[in-house]
């Protein structure tokens, strides 16, 4: 089940659920003001054991370093119970911003891939 919480930075952020990963679907600049309502989904997700957590960057413009420095923190966090962040469709930009930190997190084409790549299917 979707449900969508809103910011006044983010149009909407959009969490979904799905099989035994936690989808979050980002619109418009992914930044520091948008942290506050990423990382309480993000904690949901971890308290609910998730062990994946995938950004749907589908329909994200921007991306800044602060959000980059909390997808690492939280990578590390997830990869300690053998998870980790993965990635749908990030655009040239953010994909530059990403490769600058040396950062190697799995990327995919759609979310049918995702669920494919982790092993559940819905």
């Known amino acids: 089940m979707e449900?969508?919480?809103?910011?006044?930075?983010?149009e909407e952020i959009p969490v979904e659920e799905r099989s035994m990963y936690f989808l979050i679907k980002v619109h418009?600049?992914?930044?520091?003001?948008?942290?506050?309502?990423?990382?309480?989904?993000?904690?949901?997700?971890l308290e609910k054991g998730h062990l994946?957590?995938?950004?749907?960057?589908?329909?994200?413009?921007?991306?800044?370093?602060?959000?980059?420095?909390?997808?690492?923190?939280?990578?590390?966090?997830?990869?300690?119970?053998t998870g980790g962040i993965h990635l749908i469709n990030p655009n040239s930009r953010i994909l530059e911003s990403v490769e600058i930190f040396n950062?190697?997190?799995?990327i995919h084409n759609s979310i049918e891939q995702a669920d494919k790549k982790i092993g559940w299917d819905d």
């Open 103 to 106: 950062i190697k997190f799995p």
């Open 28 to 45: 418009g600049e992914f930044t520091i003001r948008s942290l506050i309502s990423v990382r309480k989904r993000i904690e949901e997700a």
């Open 52 to 81: 994946y957590i995938v950004f749907d960057l589908s329909n994200t413009i921007y991306m800044d370093s602060s959000v980059i420095g909390l997808l690492i923190n939280v990578d590390r966090k997830l990869k300690e119970r």
């Open 3 to 10: 449900k969508i919480f809103k910011n006044k930075y983010l």
